[in-house]
Structure formats: structure tokens, C-alpha cells
């Protein structure tokens, strides 16, 4: 396995990126002043339709509509005439690999892998939603082949080019409430079924829905209820709960600035409710205990979904209310309250009032999918690069999910993708793919 790229080199590459070319497919080749990249859409309703539409606004030129369901791709022709539309993303990328410049991925998690592989082996920039990838070998995979194939890639967790988030990370990595030893994060996910103990019973698949494609690498069922297109999140074959919703989204400030990627062990446990074979629990409290890692010393970071939440800060005003989303991070000089959007405050109120931030020295962002689209053309890499950032933290991140699986303390080793005390885990970290549907 190759070994993790640390923080410190992340900024070094953001730092030279306006001198590389990215390689691979039409990457490569000149592009034209003000010429539009070409982008296929992987998955089009539901997010997909925001994203589609966000790169349209950036200047991207949408030329294809992928979506298991076609009538939802269909639905996309109203927002980009003379886009060809599809069902299957292998026949997309067969029958316009060569027009296509990048791929945008916004289908539910456990096919997030097959498509930006197959499209990174072509040559293409990858834009991939959240959490990045269904499971921890399918991020590390994805992180080594960005780097083999030299393509263009984004893990589509946006709030990282906020000019928020990069001040933040400004403020705890310059001392701005000192040594930080906790990090409370959660979410009032999941706003899904989840706690479900039976699968629903077999329906008829709804017409123009591809079932096989959509099944994509998931162990075959029979369709049922619950599943497309938007509950699926809960169920453990498809998705990846709460904490894979939003965990990629709120964990990125706190494993940026505390550099968490650079741990090279971290136990996890995980308190729960209602989780089953089937689906994610009705609510999870989850603990990483991160050693020490350079100067910064240990850090415990607690996760809460269902609607659970850390104790109110004492230091947080009577009028002020704790947001339904956000993350609280914990100094040895203060504290900083942060909400969903990446807005923060230093508590109390004086000490916002009195904070005086360093020179700004994170590389700023022209936009999130601008990042994405200018390192198609051979631009400065995009910051949320599978390689250096998208990838360890989606490993991060779902790390939870497989303490609840496995419900027990996992002691684990980063480099080799491994719970040292639990060998049962491994089914989890990298499941079985149906056949057909590989990922090598």
C-alpha cells in the first residue's frame, strides 16, 4: 500500500500546482481561451441536479445524462438541450469517451467507486459526491488510481474551498485557542429510515428504472420500498448513514487543522440503537481517540448523529442557540463553535470581538467545482484531490461505520486498512463485489 501524504506536502502541492499538467485522456491536450470543459453527469436527479447545474453555471459544458432511472435523466433535458441521455454509465463513457473531458458523480455511495474508477481509467477528471466511496479499500483505491492516471479529481465536499473553513483552519493551526485536545461534531441526520430489523418485501421494478445498473456492485435483491431514489442511504449495501452523508462535509475542518491524516493509529468505538444487518442505527455517538502526531498532541474527536448532541458550552451566551449541525473544537485558551455552513465563532462574544487573525496562508479558492474544472485544463490540482485529501478522509470518516458494524473498540492501523483486534472487520472495509461489476 502506498504510504499517506501529509498535510504539510498537501500545501506544498497547492502551492507549485499552477506549474503541473495533469495528464491522462483530453486532459492533456491545449485548451482554448474560454473553451468549456465537457462533462458527462453521473447520477442526475436529487443532488445530481444541483450539482449539474452548479457546474453549468461555472462554465461547464453538460453533454451527457447518465441516470439508472431515465426519466429522471430525462428530466435533466430541460437544463441542458442536446445532452445525450443514458442509463448505463459504461455505455456513456464507450460511446463518448472521447468528447468527454470529466465526470461528475453524484449516484448513491456504493457505485461511487466503479464509475470514477472507470472513468479515471479512460483518462477523465472525477468530481465525486460525498462520502467519496462506500467503503475504506474503495478510497484508498480511488486515491492511488488519481494518482497512476494523472487525471483532474474532487471529493465533492464543498464546504473545504469555503473561505470559512480555510479561515478556521487558519485561526487552530496558528494557536488561536491553543493546544486543542476534543472536537464534538454532529448532525440531526438521519432523515431516512434506519433502525429497519427486516427487508421490506419484493415489488415490481418501477418502469424505466434499470435495476441491475443501479444494483451496480451491491449483493443482488429484489427491489422493494425504501430504497429509490432517496432512502437508500440508510440501508448498509447502498449507503453509508448519517455519518456518510455528513461526516465528509463537518469532519473537514477538524482533520484538517488538528491534520489527522497524519495519525498512523486511531481507536474508534461507537455507542448506537436500532443498527441491524439491513440498515444504520436510529442514532450513534462514535469516539476517535487520535495519538499524537508531530508537535500536536493526542486528540479525542466525538461524533453525533440522530439528533444527539455534546453538553452546551458554558461559554455560549443564553441567546444564542447551538446550530441542528455543526462542530465545537476545544482549547486549552477557548473554544470555537462552528455551524453546518462553516461559519464559527470564538466563545464568548469578547473574545470574537477581540480575535485578531494571522496572514492568511492556506491557498484561497476562485469556487469549489471552478477548482475542479481549472485543474481539467491543467490548472492548480483541486484541494479536496482524491489523492491528497478526498480519500484519507473519506478512510476517516467511515472508520465510524465500521465500529458500529462491527460493535466493538477498534484498535486500527492506517497503513495497512486493518483493525489489529478485530479480524472480522475486514468484511466491511472491502465487501465482496457482485460479479461483473469489479473494481480492478
Known amino acids: 500500500m502506498t504510504h499517506r501524504t501529509t498535510r504539510r506536502t498537501l500545501l506544498k502541492t497547492a502551492a507549485i500546482g499552477a506549474t503541473v499538467t495533469l495528464l491522462g485522456g483530453r486532459s492533456a491536450r491545449a485548451y482554448a481561451a474560454n473553451e468549456a470543459v465537457s ?3 453521473c447520477g442526475v436527479g436529487g443532488q445530481g441536479g444541483v450539482n449539474r447545474n452548479w457546474l453549468k453555471g461555472d462554465g461547464a459544458n453538460i453533454v451527457a445524462l447518465c441516470d439508472a432511472d431515465r426519466g429522471r435523466a430525462e428530466a435533466g433535458l430541460k437544463d441542458h438541450a442536446g445532452a445525450k441521455v443514458y442509463t448505463d454509465f459504461r455505455k456513456m463513457l464507450d460511446a463518448q469517451h472521447k468528447e468527454i473531458d470529466g465526470v461528475m458523480v453524484s449516484t448513491p455511495d456504493h457505485t461511487h467507486a466503479v464509475i470514477s474508477m472507470a472513468a479515471m481509467k479512460l483518462g477523465k477528471g472525477v468530481c465525486t459526491e460525498k462520502p467519496l466511496t462506500h467503503s475504506i479499500y474503495e478510497a484508498r483505491m480511488l486515491a492511488e488510481a488519481a494518482k497512476k492516471y494523472k487525471v483532474a479529481t474532487q471529493h465533492d465536499n464543498e464546504n473545504h474551498a469555503t473561505e470559512g473553513v480555510r479561515k478556521l483552519v487558519e485561526c487552530v493551526q496558528s494557536g488561536g485557542i491553543g493546544p486543542v485536545r476534543e472536537v464534538h461534531i454532529w448532525t440531526d441526520r438521519p432523515i431516512w429510515p434506519q433502525g429497519v430489523k427486516e427487508r421490506p418485501p419484493a415489488k415490481p421494478v418501477p418502469q424505466g428504472l434499470d435495476w441491475d445498473v443501479w444494483l451496480g456492485p451491491a449483493p443482488y435483491r429484489d427491489y422493494h420500498d425504501g430504497l429509490h ?3 437508500w442511504r440508510g440501508y448498509w449495501d447502498f449507503g453509508t448513514g448519517a455519518l456518510g452523508d455528513m461526516g465528509c462535509h463537518f469532519w473537514d475542518s477538524a482533520v484538517w487543522s488538528l491534520k489527522l491524516p497524519e495519525a498512523k493509529t486511531v481507536t474508534v468505538e461507537a455507542e448506537q440503537e436500532g443498527n441491524s444487518a439491513e440498515t444504520g442505527p436510529n442514532w450513534s455517538i462514535i469516539t476517535y481517540q487520535f ?10 474527536v466525538k461524533w453525533y448523529d440522530g439528533r444527539k448532541l455534546p453538553p452546551r458550552p458554558e461559554e455560549l451566551e443564553a441567546d444564542r442557540k447551538v446550530p441542528t449541525n455543526g462542530s465545537l473544537f ?12 462553516g461559519s464559527w465563532r470564538l466563545m464568548p462574544e ?3 470581538k477581540a480575535y485578531q487573525p494571522p496572514a492568511p496562508f492556506i491557498p484561497r479558492s476562485p469556487g469549489h467545482k471552478k477548482e475542479w474544472l481549472e485543474a481539467i485544463k491543467g490548472g492548480t490540482p483541486a484541494m479536496s484531490n482524491f489523492t491528497e485529501w478526498g480519500g484519507p478522509l473519506a ?11 462491527v460493535g466493538k473498540k477498534l484498535e486500527w492501523d492506517f497503513q495497512n486498512m486493518k483493525a ?7 468484511q466491511y472495509v472491502r465487501r465482496e463485489y457482485r460479479k461483473g461489476w469489479e473494481l480492478e
Open 39 to 41: 462533462v458527462g453527469i
Open 330 to 341: 476545544v482549547g486549552e485558551k477557548g473554544k470555537i463553535l462552528v455551524s453546518d455552513a
Open 291 to 300: 495519538p499524537a502526531r508531530g508537535s500536536l498532541g493526542p486528540v479525542t
Open 420 to 426: 489489529t483486534n478485530a479480524p472480522e472487520a475486514a
Open 395 to 405: 478512510e476517516i470518516v467511515l472508520l465510524g461505520n465500521l465500529a458500529i458494524r
Open 229 to 231: 431514489p432517496f432512502k
Open 350 to 352: 469578547e473574545k470574537m
